[in-house]
Structures are given as C-alpha cells and as structure tokens.
C-alpha cells in the first residue's frame, strides 16, 4: 500500500494554503485605518491551520484509495465531458434537444441499450420542460425549437 | 405553557392546503430518496433546495417541504435495507441486521409495516423531545456572546467527523478548505475584494447552493459511473401483511427505547443518526438477551434502529434551530435553505421567525402523520420503483440539478462551476476527505468571521477574549475533545459496530 494520494493531496494543499494567505497579505490597508479585525486577519488564521493540515496529510497518510484505472477512467473522463458539454449546449441547442443527447449518452455509457437510454432522454427532457414552462412558468430555453 | 400556544400557531400555518399540499409531496419525494441507494438525505435535500428556491415559495412553505423530505428519507432508507439487504442511506445500516432475515423468512411486509410503526414513534418521540428542549436551548442560547458563538462554531467543526469518524484531521482539512471558499468576493465589514481575480462573477461570492450540488449529486453520478453500479436489481416481491396488533403492542417498549436515545445522539454533537441506531439497537439486544432472536429476523430487531434513527434525525434539529449550528449533513443543508430564505439562524429565530420554526416542527408532526399513512399501503409502489435500474436514474436526476441551478440565475457560468465542484467532489470522496465539512464551512464561515471581529472589537483587538468566559472555555474543551476522542474511542466503536454487522447470516 502506498500513500501517494495523501501525500501529493497535502502537497496541493500546502501551496494553496501559502498561496492563500500570501495573498490576503497583499491586500491594501482599508480605508480608516486598521483595527482589530482587518479582512486579511480570518484568511491568515485559516491558511495557517491549512498549512498545519497539510503537512499533518504529507507525514501521516492515509493508505492509498483503489484509483479507477484504463476504461473507468475513460469513462468517468466521458462522463464529465458530457457534462461540461451540456452546459455549454445547453443555450444554443435548447434544452430538450440537448437534454436528450446528455442524459441519453450518461444512461448509455452507464449500461443502458442506446435506444432505451435516448428515449428516456426525450421523455424526461419533454416532460422537465413541459412541467417548468407551462406548469411552474419557470422558461428554459428551447433553442432549436423556438417558434418564431 | 408558553410553547403549546406557539405549537398551535405552528399548526395553523402547516395546516392550510398550500402547505399541506407541499408536506405530502415532500413525505412522498423523501420516501423516494430514501429508499433509492445512491440518493441519501442530504443529497436529495441539496437538489430540491434551487427548486423550493425559483418556485418563489413563501420561507416556511419551502422549509416544511424540506423538512418533510428529510423525514421522509429517513423513513425510505429501511426499505431496501429489509428488501436487498443494502442500506439506502447509512442511518438505516442497522436494520438491515434483523430486516433481512425476515424479508427470507417471507415476512418482508410484516417487517416494513413494523419499522413504519416504529419510524412513526421515533420520529413522534424525537419531535416532542425538540419541542420542549428547543425553546430553553434558544433561551440559553441569548446570553451568548460573539466569542462564545466562535467557540461554539469551532466546536461544531471538530465534532462533526463524530467519534466514529476515522481521520479528524481531514475534517479540519476539509472545514478550512469551505471556509476558504466562503471568503472569496466582497469582504462584507469593509469592502476589500478578496480572491476575486477581478472576475465578475466572483464578487458576491461562490453561491453555496451550486457548490452543495456539485458536490453531492455530480459526485454521486461519477461514482456510479467508477462503480458500475448501473445494473437493475432482481425484482422482489413483498408478500402478504401478517402482522398482528399483538405483535405491534408487543414492540412498543422497545419503540420508546430507541426513540429516546435516538433522539439523544441526534442532540449531542458528534453522534448522530448513525450511532443513534446502533445504540438503539445493541441496546435492546442487551435488554431482551436470550430470549430475542436478534440476527435471525426478531421484530424488535427492526423496530429498535428505526425508532432510533427517526429519534435521532429529529433531535438532530435541535442545534440547527436554535443555535444556528447543524451537526448533520442534511441539517447542514436545511441550513443553507434557511440562509438563502434571508434568515438569519440562531436563537433569536424563536422571536423574529416563529412562524417559520413553529410551522416547521408542526410539519414535522403532520408530515409523520402522513408518512405513516403513506407507507403502510403504497409500499408496493416504493418497492417497484427501487427496481428502476440507476443507470436511467441518476442521468435523469443529474439533469434535475441542471435546471435547478439553472434557474436560479439563468447562467451557463454558474453549471461549469457546478460540474467543477463535482469532479472536486469526487476526488476529495477518493482521497476520504468528508464533504460535509466543507459544505458547513461554506454557510458558517461568513458568520464565524463576523463573531471574530466582533469579539475583538470589544475587547479592542485582545485575542484572550476568545476564552476568558466559562462557557467559552468549556466550548473549547468540547471541541478539543471532539478532536481527540476518535483517535482513542473511534477504533473500539467502529470495531463493535463491524463486528455487528458480520454477525448477520449474510453469508450463506
């Protein structure tokens, strides 16, 4: 068993947490002098316990965590995409069009047959959209299928 | 007499349709969660939050269908414990022990009407308990000042790992690591920009809602996904209700039992809905002894952590109403609701919002009610849904929490950080770095820094203002020992609590 996750986590955390409060230190004195409590005080206190933390993390890891390896990695890296996919999508193509594609290709590439998982896709995007339009009144986009 | 006149309030405001309406659908919507694994508490709370939120609900209409989505969770956990032997959220770990073996002996129904009693009388017991402690605790809570809020924010930090947590350094990690995040934008006392990067978007802060989803749903999508976990279930059948009244009445002690001590962990800080049920339940078996059959399908097997864990999740309330301090991961993110509702929590809740703490703890008794009477017939219609495979599931509730946060503000801007948050989730559940943490630093990171400079603004700029009261410095004992106790109770307890579990006949 190693420990590299801890140690390389700590290691991280350590730079945030130097990077944080030499930042906090930058800031200008604020107007009407400086007083018991300035706004770099509570950053300072927490990059300090950071620091603390992360040295803790860096001498006494944790034993490693089985980390996903080849396809579930893969995989988990396509679920992901798709996400910031859809949210980029989301606008352009309309909600329900692009709805179905994202919750169609996450349930296919979670083990759905491809035709299952896209028309479960449809149907949750049509009934989300039906029920937030016209039941909530709350307007998602519809993009593509805007009636002009 | 005081409360009952304030209860009866609360009654008057849960009692209309509107609300009513809204506690039904969120008993039934808890159930749900609940008894879906992969769906806990508090990431089925987390979800609902930018719902309750752009349907512009009135605060206590969206906090009764909060609270009765948290209650009702907790009852939905036990029905795929007894029916798969897989808990659906961990409270409901203990029933699995005795559920099971009845549901093998063919008394699956009889189990789950038996734990839906019991559910009822924890819950019932857990919210008289809230009633008549939460008032004096508010009471108390009025003569503190802003150190001794500090002190008390720390301690609710420390023990929130609970003494059954395995590395109380990574839950100050990961509490630093929230309350960072709370620091970015505007500094509210005098207008410095911090860590804002002079992006737009940062100066009113990073939106606690979207981290808490990000956090918890995409991170719980991107398990399932590590895991392939996506497979459907066998189909399970439930089986003819044979239950007695005898058998029921025959229970009862043990309902009050559990329920008490229930709702006493859920009080204390750092035990919990968790070990509220294992105790619930190792006391029984210790009270009952040979004559039980514990492990091999006893009724008071099933009763016993239920009646606990419903206990607990009331009494869990507690510190969340009147001191504004959660000791859960769903009472954390109540908490968020209430913040973004513009309450400002704590004891004085209890005098400027009573409506809203008054309506919400008579919703909690309506929504038990309800939940009883929901889950006694329709449990066949909860049974079928648990074998909808996940991989349709979690896709479709991903996209839940997409609109959600995106109809808060209509940004695309505010999903990419969503989805960020999520992969940061899901690293920081590998590296077993708790996210409950860093949601709680999130919420009360403004409110601990504020109480700091408070406090030495009185004492002008003294640091040894922080302890220098008696309650102060037993705050800080506590929170000391919260941090110490897992290193030297924590392995005994986690021990006892897997040896409980391998004790089922699971194996053959």
């Excluded at chain 2, 209309?16 to 039934?28: H, I, Q, W």
């Excluded at chain 2, 093998?104 to 009388?121: E, K, T, V």
């Excluded at chain 2, 009244?245 to 043990?254: D, F, G, N, Q, R």
């Excluded at chain 2, 403004?446 to 102060?472: F, R, T």
Aim: hydrophobic fraction near 55%; charge should be neutral; glycine fraction near 12%.
């Amino acid at each position: 068993m190693t420990s590299l996750g801890d140690r390389t986590l700590g290691l991280g955390l350590l730079v945030l947490a130097v990077a944080y409060g030499w930042a906090a230190q930058q800031w200008p004195e604020p107007f009407g002098g400086a007083e018991g409590v300035g706004p770099e005080t509570f950053p300072t206190i927490l990059s300090v316990v950071l620091v603390a933390g992360s040295l803790y993390l860096m001498i006494k890891p944790d034993p490693d965590a089985q980390w996903p390896m080849g396809k579930s990695a893969l995989e988990l890296l396509i679920s992901v995409v798709v996400l910031v996919v859809y949210a980029f999508l989301l606008e352009p193509l309309g909600f329900i069009v692009s709805t179905t594609l994202a919750v169609g290709v996450l349930s296919w590439r979670m083990g759905a047959a491809p035709k299952r998982a896209f028309i479960t896709g449809l149907v949750s995007a049509v009934v989300v959209f039906v029920l937030f339009n016209y039941g909530l009144s709350l307007s998602l986009p519809a993009g593509l299928l805007e009636v002009h | 007499m005081e409360t009952l006149g304030f209860l009866m309030d609360g009654f008057a405001v849960a009692f209309t349709p509107y609300n009513l309406m809204f506690a039904l659908f969120g008993a039934f919507v808890g159930t749900l969660i609940g008894c879906l694994p992969g769906l806990g508490p508090a990431n089925g709370v987390a979800i609902l939050i930018p719902l309750a939120f752009t349907l512009g609900l009135p605060p206590e209409t969206a906090m009764i269908l909060l609270t009765a989505v948290y209650a009702g969770a907790m009852y939905g956990g036990r029905i795929s414990s007894i029916l798969l032997n897989i808990p659906g959220d961990e409270p409901a770990m203990m029933t699995c022990l005795d559920g099971y073996p009845m549901a093998r002996n063919g008394r699956a129904a009889d189990a789950l009407a038996a734990s839906a009693i019991a559910s009822f009388a924890g819950s019932l017991i857990g919210t008289i308990g809230l009633i008549m402690l939460a008032p004096i605790l508010a009471k108390f809570a009025l003569t503190f000042g802003p150190a001794e809020y500090f002190a008390l924010f720390l301690l609710a930090f420390a023990t929130l790992g609970g003494i059954t947590g395995k590395n109380p350094m990574k839950t100050v990690i990961a509490a630093t690591l929230g309350i960072m995040i709370s620091t970015v934008g505007i500094d509210i006392s005098t207008g410095t920009q911090r860590y804002t990067f002079g992006v737009l978007e940062l100066y009113e802060g990073i939106d606690f809602i979207l981290a808490i989803v990000g956090l918890f749903a995409i991170s719980e999508l991107l398990f399932f996904v590590e895991h392939r976990m996506g497979g459907g279930r066998d189909k399970m059948t439930v089986g003819k209700l044979t239950l007695t009244a005898k058998e029921v009445i025959s229970t009862l002690p043990t309902q009050v039992r559990g329920g008490v001590l229930g709702f006493i962990a859920g009080v204390l800080p750092g035990a919990g809905a968790s070990l509220g049920s294992f105790i619930s339940y190792t006391l029984e078996k210790q009270v009952i002894g040979k004559k039980g059959k514990f492990g091999e399908g006893d009724i008071r097997g099933v009763a016993a952590p239920e009646a606990g864990n419903n206990g607990a999740s009331s009494g869990a309330l507690v510190p969340m109403l009147t001191l504004g301090v959660p000791g859960s991961g769903t009472t954390a993110v109540l908490l968020a609701m209430l913040i973004s509702l513009n309450i400002t929590p704590g004891p004085l809740m209890f005098t400027q919002n009573a409506d809203i703490v008054w309506g919400v703890i008579a919703a909690l008794l309506i929504g038990n009610v309800l939940l009883l009477v929901l889950n006694i017939p329709l449990v066949g219609f909860f049974v079928k849904l648990l074998s909808v495979p996940p991989m349709f599931l979690l896709p479709i509730v991903t996209m839940v929490a997409f609109v959600g946060i995106y109809s808060i503000s209509h940004s695309t801007f505010d999903l990419y950080f969503m989805v960020a948050f999520g992969v940061a989730g899901y690293f920081l559940r590998k590296l077993e770095i708790p996210l409950v943490p860093i949601i709680l630093g999130l919420l009360l990171g403004p409110e601990m820094e504020k109480n700091l400079g408070h406090a030495l603004v009185l004492s002008d700029g003294d640091w040894s203002i922080l302890w220098s009261s008696s309650l102060s410095i037993g705050l800080w004992v506590v929170a000391g020992l919260g941090l110490l106790l897992p290193y030297i109770v924590g392995p005994i307890l986690r021990r006892r609590m897997h040896a409980a579990m391998k004790e089922t006949p699971v194996s053959d």
